[in-house]
């Protein structure tokens, strides 16, 4: 079982950047590598669907949504067990509960059926 630890959310006026970290605690090696998941960020609006943000893969090959392409970039460190989303020009519409997400599965994955374990949530929330 993976247990994953989101932050990095917060309150921000619109223009202005946050950065979100999802670690997996422990870090226990004879339990996991987290270079054999492929990870991803998801959000939740108010009254809306929980929508893919970004994705990387096993491999580091990134997927951006068109809302943030541009805007908001995805990383991973292997070394430290975790996923990265810096996010900058925020807006409003960016407002959400931002959620990490690890599969195992092998390439680039950005359907929330396909992620197996997750994380509590952050929330972001940008002000006009």
């Known amino acids: 079982q993976v247990h994953l630890e989101e932050s990095g959310g917060g309150l921000v006026q619109a223009g202005g950047s946050l950065r979100l970290s999802c670690v997996a605690p422990g870090r226990p090696l004879e339990t996991y590598n987290t270079d054999h998941y492929g990870m991803a960020w998801f959000r939740q609006a108010p009254g809306k669907e929980r929508e893919i943000v970004a994705a990387i893969s096993r491999t580091g090959i990134p997927y951006h949504a068109d809302a943030v392409k541009g805007r908001f970039t995805i990383s991973r460190d292997n070394s430290e067990y975790a996923v990265y989303l810096q996010m900058h020009s925020l807006t409003p519409d960016d407002t959400g509960v931002y959620y990490c997400?690890?599969?195992?599965?092998?390439?680039?994955?950005?359907?929330?059926?396909?992620?197996?374990?997750w994380g509590q949530g952050t929330q972001v929330t940008v002000s006009s």
């Open positions: 997400a690890f599969t195992a599965l092998w390439g680039l994955r950005t359907a929330q059926r396909e992620y197996d374990y």
